[in-house]
């Protein structure tokens, strides 16, 4: 695919955004935290991807070119938005909704306990990954989360496989760490 876009096939670049569109959303999400972060570093991914296809040299697998220009993203994304609010907020926000004044339950209250439980792991893992220092969280992600090996995910990073097995353990101490107090009030753990 790549060798025919390279060769004048400029609509075969769809398949290739249509292929990996969504793992790295779901990478950026990760990564950046915020939905619109994502959206935009896959945005600029793509772009940086189309400007730079005919330099690709198949010395390493595409996935891991690819990844190591969706990381280069995210961290100019951060860099630029430093010193910006984490998120913008609307007045909106702030009024109450004709769902919150109908209803008087929560909506929790109306779901499954194993999926309310479900969704609140979720939510604290993902909190423990976004908590993560910038160095360890995207090891932790492209190792535990994207399935890169060791290798492929210094080689995305620009780092020493060495380096990538020590921010590894560190990221997985931090995460669990984190998780530590929730699973130690959880009674449905077994014992």
Same mark, same amino acid.
């Given at each position: 695919?790549?060798? %025919? ?10 398949? @290739?955004?249509?292929?990996? =569109? !969504?793992?790295?959303? +779901? ?6 935290? =915020? ?6 570093? #896959? !945005?600029?991914?793509?772009? +940086? #991807? ?10 390493? !697998?595409?996935? +891991? ?6 990381? &280069? ?7 630029? &938005? ?8 609307? /007045? ?7 769902? !919150?004044?109908? $209803? ?11 999926r309310v439980l479900d969704e ?7 909190? %423990?990954?976004? %908590? /993560?220092?910038?160095?360890?969280? *995207? $090891?932790? #992600? ?6 890169? &090996? ?13 380096? $990538? ?5 560190? %990221?997985? @101490?931090? #995460?669990?760490? =984190? ?7 959880? *009674?449905?753990?077994?014992?």
């Amino acid at each position: 695919m790549i060798e %025919a876009i390279n060769a004048g096939e400029i609509d075969r670049f769809y398949e @290739l955004v249509q292929r990996y =569109q !969504q793992a790295l959303f +779901n990478f950026g999400l990760r990564i950046c935290g =915020q939905a619109a972060d994502a959206e935009d570093m #896959v !945005q600029d991914t793509f772009l +940086n #991807v189309f400007k730079y296809l005919k330099t690709f040299r198949f010395e390493t !697998q595409f996935k +891991n070119w690819l990844y190591r220009i969706a990381m &280069s993203a995210c961290i100019k994304r951060r860099r630029r &938005s430093r010193f910006a609010p984490e998120r913008e907020l609307s /007045l909106d926000e702030f009024l109450p909704s004709d769902e !919150q004044i109908a $209803v008087d339950t929560p909506a929790w209250a109306r779901e499954p306990l194993d999926r309310v439980l479900d969704e609140e792991l979720a939510r604290r893992i993902e909190d %423990a990954i976004l %908590a /993560l220092p910038e160095a360890y969280r *995207p $090891v932790l #992600v492209l190792r535990d989360l994207e399935g890169f &090996s060791t290798e492929e995910t210094a080689q995305i990073l620009g780092l020493t496989p060495g380096n $990538v097995k020590v921010r590894l353990h560190r %990221a997985r @101490l931090f #995460v669990r760490e =984190q998780l530590k107090e929730y699973f130690s009030h959880d *009674p449905h753990r077994s014992a």
